[in-house]
């Protein structure tokens, strides 16, 4: 079963352009993840922000985290083509490293 | 540093045959898990282990399904029989441990059962 949802499930932008990705997810969390996964590879770590973070920034990466709505966004300032992958949110909940992972958003960044 | 080693990259099989899958995690890494990834969908988590023990196999169908770590390093998954339902990318992942957030994956192996 998948914890998380992405919103949106595909994303077109011009290049430049900043792409917003949210993620809301159904229980507690300990920490929440974002990947990316280019087309056909693996998944590749971005982020992670703690249940007690608010938001947390990693070059041109911004995330959120607002655990009383149980949600969480993505923000890719000035996009590049070479931006374009599915990105998926993650939660690490319970005791241990167990990650439920969401169903991901399909951004595609033109030229 | 090596990466989290997959093989093969591909495999079609057809249905009611066996086929195996096998991964190296990341030197050290303690906890290794099986995750599989159907088109246009998030990973599922199949198995966890932590060195040698699966630790959450919940998700994991038994009836066709098995699992293996020896030695708590490489670790193998194995179908049989496969069926046209199981046709997807099954990915490995690696973890210095619980807790430690991080996990690092391998590029997967893309299943096709005719």
Redesign the interface.
């Known amino acids: 079963s998948q914890q998380g949802e992405e919103d949106p499930q595909a994303l077109s932008i011009q290049e430049g352009e900043n792409a917003t990705m949210n993620c809301s997810y159904k229980t507690s969390i300990n920490n929440l993840q974002w990947y990316r996964q280019n087309s056909g590879r693996g998944l590749v770590h971005l982020i992670l922000i703690r249940s007690n973070e608010r938001e947390k920034h990693s070059g041109r990466l911004r995330v959120t985290l607002d655990t009383s709505k149980k949600s969480s966004s993505l923000l890719i300032t000035a996009s590049r083509a070479a931006d374009t992958a599915s990105y998926f949110c993650a939660t690490e909940t319970g005791g241990g490293n167990k990650l439920t992972f969401g169903t991901g958003t399909q951004l595609k960044v033109e030229l | 540093e090596a990466g989290?080693v997959q093989s093969p990259r591909y495999k079609i099989i057809e249905k009611k045959q066996p086929v195996a899958f096998w991964c190296n995690p990341i030197s050290g890494h303690n906890?290794l898990?099986w995750?599989l990834q159907n088109l246009?969908?998030?990973?599922?988590?199949l198995i966890?282990y932590?060195n040698e023990e699966a630790?959450?196999d919940s998700q994991l169908p038994k009836d066709r399904f098995s699992a293996e770590r020896l030695k708590g390093v490489d670790s193998t998954l194995k179908i049989q029989p496969a069926e046209l339902g199981d046709s997807a990318v099954y990915?490995c992942?690696s973890?210095l441990?619980?807790?430690?957030?991080?996990?690092?994956?391998?590029?997967?192996s893309?299943l096709t059962v005719l």
């Open positions: 989290v906890t898990y995750y246009g969908q998030g990973p599922e988590l966890r932590e630790v959450d990915l992942a973890s441990g619980m807790n430690t957030g991080e996990l690092f994956f391998g590029e997967g893309r």
